[in-house]
């Protein structure tokens, strides 16, 4: 692509993309849905950058001097041209032909992936037009008004796509704003992150801690958990690409912590697993939270984490931490953990 304002334009939309999928991918609450719309939106703003650049794309890539004179340049040029059109297409077929797998990866799985991993090669684009990113061309009214013109174009080309999802009753029109399918069936799919696997918890042993930053730790029993039937009806949204919505049935994590009483400069909550994954809450997370050990009234299965997992109706699945066997409070915010679980 010859003229600056592409270039720009590529790496404004492509940024856009990897922040407004991030937020997506983190955020199960309703109140985050125009990000997932402008994650759509920029999507499609991508494709008609590349229809409206194609003839210069094609004439680049059929000039002689070009691959004799930057050889390597071209060939990653037109690795990140290919990986943004997969990445895009693979995104178009998930929202619009249904859900669909490979290798046991489902379609938004690899969509994600691909996105990230097309990173490096966005760096290395966005040095190598470093000269675009001049004062003078992104001051130039121009170039802001042909950004604009392609978020616009995305704009249209959203929501005609989404018109035609509902008008002709298409698979699309039953996804979550998230982008994840429905499984209402009598059961659910069972998801473990990265290497986890389902451990065998002994039921007479078992025993959740609450302690850390408290003035009276303790810890519970199975029994003693299962008499508790505070329900919550809540959709476990899975980056998978799949959500359901159920009742559970616990504790409250706010019952545990008042029990345990929070010293002065409690800050959020570790929630481990049998397994060693965990995850930190916010206590204003904590405080919607339950500690449940029941799914649409009957115990939890191994794989849906008995005896206990961790319902917060605000976060994605990867957060509803599974085979809980202890609680932590800490002096610490939650953001002392990676934002995404690395293990």
């Known amino acids: ?3 600056p304002w592409a270039n720009i334009a590529l790496i404004v939309l492509f940024v856009a993309e990897l922040l407004t999928g991030y937020l997506g991918l983190t955020h199960s609450n309703p109140e985050w849905i125009g990000a997932m719309h402008l994650h759509r939106i920029f999507g499609f703003a991508i494709l008609a950058l590349f229809l409206w650049k194609s003839r210069n794309i094609l004439g680049s890539l059929r000039t002689r001097r070009n691959w004799h004179v930057a050889r390597g340049t071209m060939v990653s ?70 950004v604009v013109a392609l978020a616009l174009a995305g704009l249209m080309l ?3 796509a989404e018109l035609t999802n509902v008008l002709a009753a298409g698979p699309g029109a039953t996804r979550r704003y ?4 429905p499984e209402d069936g009598a059961d659910f799919p069972v998801t473990m992150w990265l290497n986890d696997r389902t451990p065998h918890v002994d039921a007479d042993s078992w025993r959740v801690s609450v302690d850390g930053h408290v003035a009276n730790p303790f810890e519970m029993g199975l029994a003693e958990l299962q008499s508790w039937e505070r329900k919550l009806t809540a959709t476990l949204d899975c980056t998978g690409g799949w959500h359901t919505t159920r009742e559970w049935a616990g504790v409250p994590v706010t019952e545990l912590l008042a029990r345990a009483q929070p010293k002065p400069g409690a800050a959020s909550i570790t929630i481990r697993s049998r ?3 965990f995850r930190r809450y916010s206590l204003d997370e904590a405080a919607r939270a339950l500690l449940a050990s029941r799914v649409d009234g009957a115990p939890l299965s191994a794989g849906h984490g008995f005896p206990a997992r961790m319902v917060e109706p605000h976060k994605r699945g990867y957060d509803w931490v599974k085979w809980v066997d202890s609680i932590t409070v800490n002096d610490t915010g939650k953001l002392w953990q990676p934002p995404l679980p690395l293990t």
């Open 1 to 3: 692509m010859r003229f």
């Open 275 to 277: 397994t060693g994954y």
């Open 77 to 146: 040029s037109i690795a990140l041209l290919a990986g943004l059109l997969i990445v895009v297409g693979l995104g178009l077929a998930w929202s619009h032909l249904g859900p669909y797998d490979w290798m046991g990866f489902s379609g938004t799985t690899i969509h994600m992936n691909l996105a990230w991993m097309l990173i490096p090669l966005l760096l290395w684009h966005t040095f190598r037009h470093r000269i675009s990113l001049r004062t003078r061309y992104l001051a130039d009214r121009r170039h802001a008004l042909r």
């Open 178 to 181: 998230t982008g994840s399918y």
């Open 158 to 160: 959203w929501r005609t």
